[in-house]
């Protein structure tokens, strides 16, 4: 794609899809964009926001397509463990929220479809019932099914034990989870960027999503992250995603807490 091209591109999609492309990676977001055009049949870009302008359908994959979504349930389960069995646990002991019937208040960022919200839910059901889970997106597609706590594979839940099977899921595929499951987590749209984040969360949980982002666009989400932990509280990620100059933010390595 051509940069004149490309500008022109994010122009439209910003103010048609409300979706500023500014905050992701040129060269990959080049590619995404070439092959759904190539992949639509439709010639021009301009021809193809023609179409999105009378196809409420067709407007709407593609908005979903451009928020990527490649999630698993407990997706390396060698940090899921540390969540398990450092974190969550200091967490317990040593946060403000948990001091009041509320317990810990934590935010999946980036939710999806809902894989790691309810892996959340799952570790937390297994300590307390007393917490608040908020699971964000801006994947209008991706929250439906996490609302509606799936359908989801027998590949998708191939990292759970057989008893999480049992317990929070349906018998049978399609799986969905469980109803008493499914109503501790509150699913919500949300525009990492545009939108104000809420305050006080003991831990956020935004795993392999900035690592689509530009360096500049990092800067500003790591200050808004460490704005909204509550004193002592944690950001957890995944496990390549090195926050450079993390106490510039306001952060620190949770082993050093």
């Not at 939710?111 to 307390?128: D, F, H, I, N």
Request: charged share 25%; hydrophobic share 35%.
């Amino acid at each position: 794609m051509e940069t004149d091209v490309y500008v022109q591109v994010k122009s439209s999609i910003k103010r048609i899809l409300k979706i500023d492309l500014e905050n992701y990676k040129v060269e990959q977001m080049h590619r995404r964009l070439d092959s759904w055009l190539a992949r639509s049949k439709v010639v021009t870009w301009k021809d193809y926001f023609q179409l999105i302008s009378t196809d409420a359908m067709e407007f709407e994959r593609f908005r979903n397509y451009l928020t990527i979504n490649v999630t698993e349930f407990f997706r390396d389960q060698a940090r899921w463990e540390t969540l398990r069995l450092e974190i969550l646990p200091y967490l317990m002991k040593n946060s403000t929220q948990n001091r009041s019937t509320r317990g810990l208040k934590i935010w999946s960022a980036g939710c999806s479809v809902g894989k790691e919200a309810y892996s959340l839910a799952m570790l937390m059901a297994e300590l307390t019932s007393q917490y608040s889970l908020l699971a964000t997106d801006m994947d209008r597609g991706a929250l439906i099914q996490a609302r509606a706590g799936g359908p989801y594979t027998q590949d998708e839940i191939r990292n759970l034990s057989d008893v999480q099977r049992k317990k929070y899921f349906s018998p049978t595929e399609p799986y969905f989870i469980s109803e008493k499951l499914k109503t501790k987590i509150r699913f919500e749209e949300q525009d990492l960027f545009s939108e104000q984040f809420d305050h006080n969360f003991d831990l956020i949980v935004c795993r392999n999503v900035v690592i689509y982002f530009t360096a500049e666009a990092k800067d500003k989400l790591y200050e808004k992250f460490s704005d909204a932990l509550a004193p002592g509280g944690v950001l957890f990620m995944g496990g390549t995603e090195i926050i450079s100059g993390a106490s510039k933010y306001g952060l620190q390595n949770f082993g050093c807490k």
